[in-house]
């Protein structure tokens, strides 16, 4: 696991020296993604320059040192990430008569490359990467990612210049000014994240899960060859379009195999390795099975919280003990969440606003003062059909469409009137959880559903921070993303199935496996998903519903192969998630940095946002007439972002 960047420019104008005086402190700002070592390799007449940061994990010697150089001297190869299955493409090569001086899987990954072509070797390739190959011969660069786009890479491209980078951080050139993009500030708004293909900048882009593209650098201007996927989800849905059901005995079998298989996989290093643990379903097994093919007691980790409704600690503790693992557990309190809230945007280098972002990264600074390697379980619940909303989603949608549309533009205008704040004012002194609070909430749902044409507006509406993002954001128009690709969403009948594919192509990727990449290399620690195994990803969407959700059971199939290993009192419980009390941390501890960094003055200094509807949020939040914890979050992280000089 490592850090990457790089560039080259057309016409060469600079020698070898000054390239490494560009691309150095670059480099050494991806020190935490690795701090093992450090590595430049330039070509000053072909004007590129390739930047590695390393963290040892396969291969601890100095032959594991990176950009690395082909057998025959063609190919330079900067990567990050780990691909699995090198031992065996190894024998193969050998087979071949490729000849290898140490044990790393980027000089397998060199040898695949000068015995196949890019697209062959990705197909190959199984794993989490992102890597920048460099072709001496060609004159040609090739950007890939893993598929599911677990290991980011961010790329500009002009004329005479092409730069990439692990994290927006090292992506910086003397002649390429950076400059916010206001439409991807509205997007932010709305998603909590940037979502790839777009950057929080101008003239910078996130390479896409799944893709990669190739760069002809001999010629000015630079020409993009190549930019396509190798592998995409929609290609497995449609793939298994017309597969025969397995009957659920069948399902288990097979998922247990290729489940045992991926974390088998995941438990090679070289260094020390454990694994996540919160006691919930998707790490329970993880654990259950890493434990089943290791000799002695796995090293685990959760963290605790103070308040009952969010601890989840408890629950680990006893799996822990039924696993019979070395179980660590830390509990924190509000305070240490609140102390991290400054260092967030050198972590996570663009604005980010999923608040689950502070104990991910503090349970893995626990976890790296002892393992350099961590199992999660990320990818369980979009595969699997783990969220609740899906199910409250095409419960709803199931009503909704039901009403003659003419009806539901009427109800549409009666939610926007019962949004007054007099009725929310009175409603906000109501419970939650019961009474007329509780019935008030779900008409509002079923209200903010009524104006919506299809399902995936629907769920875009359930998965939005913010709905009117030109009324905060001066001068901003949000662009398209994957819930505007209608082509490919009417190909897919199943509704349950098209909620999955809108999360594993934006959720999954730009949320979650962002925040656990910046968390845990925030810490120099390797997090492996054994869950998104690219095997495991297109048995899950083969699956019928009745496999994913049976009995009033969310990932019924996974919860069916874990009491294999625990009792049913652990396997069926409560979700919880890995949430902080965020709205009342904004009213209370946080109050007054809130208004210290949404202060209308500054905001009108600053020329982003309008002053007026950010007040106006603030001070419905702050009174408790409404709740807006996770639009001001947003808001608040752009600030944060900004003021540590974006």
């Known amino acids: 696991m490592c850090g990457i960047a790089g560039f080259a420019q057309q016409p060469p104008q600079d020698s070898a020296q000054r390239l490494e005086e560009i691309l150095a402190p670059l480099i050494r700002s991806l020190r935490h993604r690795g701090p093992d070592g450090e590595g430049i390799w330039v070509d000053a007449p072909a004007g590129v320059a390739l930047g590695h940061r390393r963290l040892s994990i396969i291969d601890l010697s100095p032959l594991g040192n990176q950009p690395m150089i082909s057998a025959s001297g063609r190919y330079v190869l900067t990567f990050n990430g780990e691909i699995y299955n090198f031992p065996t493409l190894r024998r193969e090569l050998e087979g071949l008569q490729h000849r290898f001086r140490g044990h790393s899987d980027t000089e397998v990954m060199l040898a695949g490359f000068e015995q196949w072509d890019v697209v062959s070797c990705l197909e190959k390739f199984w794993g989490m990467f992102a890597f920048a190959l460099w072709d001496r011969q060609e004159r040609k660069l090739t950007l890939a990612r893993d598929r599911l786009g677990k290991k980011p890479l961010y790329y500009s491209l002009s004329p005479g210049f092409v730069g990439f980078a692990s994290e927006l951080k090292a992506l910086r050139h003397p002649s390429q000014p950076r400059v916010v993009d206001r439409n991807m500030l509205a997007l932010f708004l709305r998603r909590g994240q940037v979502p790839a293909p777009y950057s929080i900048f101008q003239d910078i882009q996130k390479l896409q899960p799944g893709y ?45 195999e290729l489940l045992s298989d991926s974390v088998k996989l995941r438990l090679q290093s070289d260094a020390p390795l454990g694994a996540f643990l919160s006691g919930g379903t998707d790490s329970s097994l993880l654990v259950a099975l890493a434990q089943q093919l290791t000799s002695k007691p796995i090293k685990t980790f959760s963290i605790g919280f103070h308040e009952p409704d969010m601890d989840e600690a408890p ?36 604005p980010f606003a999923d608040s689950s972002q502070i104990p991910t990264h503090i349970v893995s600074l626990i976890a790296r003062q002892q393992v350099t390697v961590a199992i999660s379980g990320d990818g369980g619940d979009e595969l699997f059909f783990g969220y609740d909303r899906y199910i409250g989603t095409l419960n709803r949608w199931a009503l909704c469409r039901r009403i003659p549309w003419p009806t539901r533009l009427w109800l549409q205008k009666l939610g926007k009137m019962l949004n007054s704040s007099a009725v929310c004012r009175y409603f906000a002194g109501c419970s939650s959880t019961s009474g007329p609070g509780v019935l008030y909430r779900r008409f509002q749902s079923l209200l903010q559903l009524a104006g919506c044409r299809n399902l995936e507006d629907y769920y875009q509406q359930i998965m939005s921070f913010q709905f009117e993002t030109a009324k905060f954001v001066r001068g901003s128009q949000e662009p398209p993303t994957v819930f505007q690709r209608t082509h490919l969403l009417r190909e897919i009948p199943d509704l349950a199935l098209r909620l999955q594919f809108l999360d594993l192509c934006e959720y999954l990727p730009d949320d979650i496996l962002t925040k656990v990449d910046r968390s845990s290399m925030g810490a120099s620690l390797e997090a492996r998903a054994p869950f998104l195994d690219h095997r495991v990803v297109e048995f899950a969407l083969g699956l019928p519903y009745s496999l994913k959700r049976n009995e009033g059971q969310n990932k ?75 639009q001001i979050w947003s808001i608040l992280m752009f600030q944060v972002w900004l003021s540590a000089g974006a």
């Open 315 to 350: 629950y680990a503790r006893e799996v822990a003990r039924h696993l019979g693992t070395e179980h660590h557990e830390s509990y924190i309190d509000s305070q240490t969440c609140l102390d991290l809230i400054p260092k967030l945007p050198q972590l996570y280098d663009e």
């Open 212 to 256: 990669f593209l190739q760069i002809d650098c001999a010629c000015y201007p630079l020409r993009l060859s190549s930019h396509r996927p190798y592998w995409s989800v929609f290609d497995c849905i449609r793939a298994h379009a017309n597969t025969k059901p397995m009957n659920p005995l069948e399902a288990e079998e097979a998922l247990f």
């Open 556 to 630: 019924w199939l996974l919860k069916r192969l874990l009491m294999r290993f625990l009792p049913q009192k652990l396997v069926f419980r409560p979700k919880k998630g890995f949430a902080i009390p965020l709205a009342d941390w904004l009213r209370g501890p946080l109050r007054d940095w809130v208004s210290q960094m949404l202060e209308p003055v500054r905001l009108q200094n600053q020329g982003y946002f309008e002053p007026k509807a950010v007040e106006t949020l603030w001070l419905e939040h702050a009174s408790g007439i409404r709740n807006h914890d996770h």
